[in-house]
């Protein structure tokens, strides 16, 4: 049995993972933490989720609940999940990460932490995504430089972060297959007198809507004709069994940083 500790259990991902480890056999909610100061502190994790009484209730710290876990999933801010990372190496503990928005500085300590400690880290956790990952490799090989790629995310009001980290996992599948660096190549929207469009850019465009969960597309496009590659999620249960599919994994694997695609074995 993995004992699963959620961070930012009173997020919108924070409350859908409450529901996923609650409902999955051979995982076990011990402890979930809101921010400091929050008005959760001491709530029952269930009555939060909308589930009922569970009888483990909000902690306000890591350190509160430090016996209580052995992995610990996050989905909250880079900051808060940056704080997490450093716990989880000083006291031994696995970790999943759905956190989007780190900085490369922030992935190298990810990386460093992999020396130590099991970690799942990965912009999107559903199957479907990444199954586009590898479909876009794919589709990027045999178009070829003939095609413009652009990339377009549509997420809901609240999000912080743009483009989505899917979005940028997705440039960054594409940008690998055609042998592209995308940080040379990326383009993050367009306005006024922007000349024509040269020829190993890769666009992204964003939207911020309503309640929309998350939608992807990447759009190959020559003359005569376009691919599009579409993923859309209509739950946030999609991304939070993905993460408690990761945390079952882990339990069989070494210390490393690993992905969604080692989870589902897509390399
Ligand atoms: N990889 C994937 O598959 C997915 C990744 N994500 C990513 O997950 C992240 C969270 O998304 P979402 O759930 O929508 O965001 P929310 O803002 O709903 O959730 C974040 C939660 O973290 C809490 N929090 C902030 N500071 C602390 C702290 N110090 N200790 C404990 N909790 C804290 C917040 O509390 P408060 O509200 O009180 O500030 C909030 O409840 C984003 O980066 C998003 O992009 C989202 C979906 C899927
Ligand atoms: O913030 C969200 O909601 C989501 N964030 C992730 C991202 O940035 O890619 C994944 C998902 O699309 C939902």
């Not at 009001?157 to 483009?163: C, E, L, M, N, W």
């Given at each position: 049995m993995v004992r699963v500790a959620v961070m930012g259990a009173g997020g919108r991902m924070g409350k859908t993972l409450i529901e996923a480890v609650h409902q999955?056999?051979?995982?076990?909610?011990?402890a979930g933490v809101v921010e400091p100061?929050?008005?959760?502190?001491?709530?029952d994790l269930g009555e939060l989720a909308g589930?009922?009484?569970?009888g483990v209730q909000a902690a306000a710290s890591l350190d509160a609940v430090k016996?209580?876990?052995d992995l610990l999933i996050d989905f909250t801010a880079p900051a808060v999940t940056m704080a997490g990372v450093a716990f989880c190496v000083a006291h031994n503990k696995a970790m999943v990460i759905g956190t989007t928005g780190l900085t490369d500085e922030q992935k190298a300590v990810l990386a460093d932490a992999g020396k130590q400690i099991a970690l799942v880290f990965a912009p999107n956790m559903s199957v479907g995504v990444n199954l586009c990952f590898k479909l876009l490799e794919l589709a990027a090989a045999a178009l070829g430089d003939d095609y413009d790629v652009e990339i377009v995310e549509a997420h809901h009001?609240?999000?912080?972060?743009?483009?989505s980290g899917t979005a940028l996992g997705m440039g960054e599948a594409v940008a690998r297959a055609l042998g592209r660096n995308l940080k040379e190549v990326a383009v993050y929207g367009r306005e006024g007198q922007?000349?024509?469009?040269?020829?190993e850019t890769i666009g992204f465009a964003t939207m911020r809507v309503g309640d929309v969960v998350g939608d992807h597309t990447v759009v190959f496009g020559t003359e005569g004709e376009r691919v599009e590659i579409t993923h859309k999620a209509s739950s946030r249960m999609t991304f939070a069994k993905g993460a408690v599919r990761a945390a079952l994994w882990l339990k069989d694997h070494p210390v490393g940083l690993y992905d969604m695609q080692d989870v589902l074995n897509l390399k």
């Open positions: 999955t056999p051979g995982v076990q909610l011990a100061g929050s008005s959760l502190i001491g709530v589930l009922g009484r569970l016996d209580d876990f009001r609240h999000k912080v972060d743009a483009p922007t000349g024509a469009r040269k020829r």
